[in-house]
Protein backbone atom coordinates (compact mmCIF):
# COMPACT_ATOMS: atom_id res chain seq x y z
CA UNK A 1 0.00 0.00 0.00
CA UNK A 2 0.97 3.49 -0.83
CA UNK A 3 1.55 6.05 2.07
CA UNK A 4 -0.32 8.32 0.34
CA UNK A 5 -3.47 6.29 0.25
CA UNK A 6 -2.99 6.41 4.03
CA UNK A 7 -2.88 10.06 3.91
CA UNK A 8 -5.49 10.90 1.99
CA UNK A 9 -7.90 9.68 5.03
CA UNK A 10 -5.92 11.67 7.51
CA UNK A 11 -6.49 14.67 5.28
CA UNK A 12 -9.91 14.72 5.13
CA UNK A 13 -10.19 14.37 8.75
CA UNK A 14 -10.03 17.69 10.07
CA UNK A 15 -13.03 18.52 7.57
CA UNK A 16 -15.26 16.71 10.15
CA UNK A 17 -17.44 15.42 7.29
CA UNK A 18 -18.93 11.69 7.70
CA UNK A 19 -19.27 11.04 4.15
CA UNK A 20 -16.06 12.63 2.63
CA UNK A 21 -14.32 10.91 5.93
CA UNK A 22 -16.25 7.07 5.31
CA UNK A 23 -15.47 7.69 0.99
CA UNK A 24 -11.88 8.07 1.23
CA UNK A 25 -11.65 5.35 4.28
CA UNK A 26 -13.97 3.14 1.73
CA UNK A 27 -11.26 3.82 -1.37
CA UNK A 28 -8.87 2.96 1.43
CA UNK A 29 -10.21 -0.40 2.28
CA UNK A 30 -11.32 -0.77 -1.17
CA UNK A 31 -7.21 -0.54 -2.20
CA UNK A 32 -6.17 -2.51 0.65
CA UNK A 33 -8.49 -5.67 -0.26
CA UNK A 34 -7.37 -5.64 -3.99
CA UNK A 35 -3.86 -5.87 -2.76
CA UNK A 36 -4.07 -8.59 -0.47
CA UNK A 37 -6.85 -10.71 -2.53
CA UNK A 38 -5.53 -10.20 -6.09
CA UNK A 39 -1.92 -9.15 -6.38
CA UNK A 40 -0.29 -10.89 -3.90
CA UNK A 41 0.53 -15.14 -4.20
CA UNK A 42 -1.13 -17.04 -1.82
CA UNK A 43 1.25 -18.90 0.03
CA UNK A 44 1.16 -22.83 0.19
CA UNK A 45 3.37 -23.90 3.29
CA UNK A 46 1.16 -24.06 6.73
CA UNK A 47 3.19 -22.35 8.62
CA UNK A 48 3.06 -19.24 6.23
CA UNK A 49 -1.04 -19.86 5.57
CA UNK A 50 -1.27 -19.27 9.41
CA UNK A 51 0.48 -16.35 9.94
CA UNK A 52 -1.03 -14.65 7.00
CA UNK A 53 -4.06 -15.36 8.77
CA UNK A 54 -3.28 -13.89 11.73
CA UNK A 55 -1.95 -10.48 9.82
CA UNK A 56 -5.06 -10.52 8.19
CA UNK A 57 -7.19 -10.96 11.04
CA UNK A 58 -5.18 -7.66 12.70
CA UNK A 59 -5.78 -6.11 9.71
CA UNK A 60 -9.77 -6.30 10.04
CA UNK A 61 -9.48 -5.36 13.54
CA UNK A 62 -7.80 -2.82 13.37
CA UNK A 63 -10.22 -1.97 9.99
CA UNK A 64 -13.24 -2.08 12.20
CA UNK A 65 -11.88 0.01 15.16
CA UNK A 66 -10.85 2.86 12.63
CA UNK A 67 -14.98 2.61 11.03
CA UNK A 68 -16.49 2.80 14.75
CA UNK A 69 -14.09 5.81 15.26
CA UNK A 70 -14.98 7.09 12.12
CA UNK A 71 -18.41 7.16 11.97
CA UNK A 72 -19.47 8.95 15.24
CA UNK A 73 -20.98 12.30 15.03
CA UNK A 74 -17.70 13.45 16.87
CA UNK A 75 -14.79 12.24 15.32
CA UNK A 76 -11.81 11.95 17.59
CA UNK A 77 -8.60 13.04 14.68
CA UNK A 78 -5.93 12.21 16.93
CA UNK A 79 -7.53 9.00 17.72
CA UNK A 80 -8.45 8.11 14.07
CA UNK A 81 -4.92 9.35 13.00
CA UNK A 82 -3.76 6.06 15.50
CA UNK A 83 -5.43 3.70 14.28
CA UNK A 84 -4.66 4.65 10.26
CA UNK A 85 -1.01 4.48 11.17
CA UNK A 86 -1.42 1.07 12.87
CA UNK A 87 -3.36 -0.01 9.90
CA UNK A 88 -0.84 1.18 7.47
CA UNK A 89 1.73 -0.92 9.87
CA UNK A 90 -0.38 -3.92 9.76
CA UNK A 91 -0.40 -3.93 6.00
CA UNK A 92 2.69 -3.02 5.67
CA UNK A 93 3.58 -6.23 8.04
CA UNK A 94 1.46 -8.65 5.67
CA UNK A 95 3.43 -7.27 2.70
CA UNK A 96 6.72 -7.78 4.26
CA UNK A 97 5.39 -11.23 5.63
CA UNK A 98 4.47 -11.99 1.46
CA UNK A 99 7.62 -10.81 0.72
CA UNK A 100 9.29 -13.31 2.89
CA UNK A 101 7.23 -16.03 2.13
CA UNK A 102 7.93 -15.64 -1.47
CA UNK A 103 11.65 -15.42 -1.20
CA UNK A 104 11.71 -18.94 0.99
CA UNK A 105 9.08 -20.70 -1.09
CA UNK A 106 10.94 -19.44 -4.29
CA UNK A 107 14.51 -20.98 -2.15
CA UNK A 108 12.94 -24.54 -1.21
CA UNK A 109 11.24 -24.59 -4.80
CA UNK A 110 14.54 -23.95 -6.19
CA UNK A 111 16.41 -26.63 -3.84
CA UNK A 112 13.66 -29.19 -4.51
CA UNK A 113 13.91 -29.02 -8.23
CA UNK A 114 17.43 -29.73 -7.99
CA UNK A 115 17.27 -33.19 -6.72
CA UNK A 116 15.07 -34.23 -9.75
Request: hydrophobic content about 30%; some cysteine.
Amino acid sequence: METTDFKKVKDVLPQKNTLTILTEYNALLSKIAEKLVYEMEQPTQLSEIMNVIKTQKKICEIAENLYECLQRDEVDVDKANGQIDALESACREHEEQFDRCNRECGEERSEGGRGL
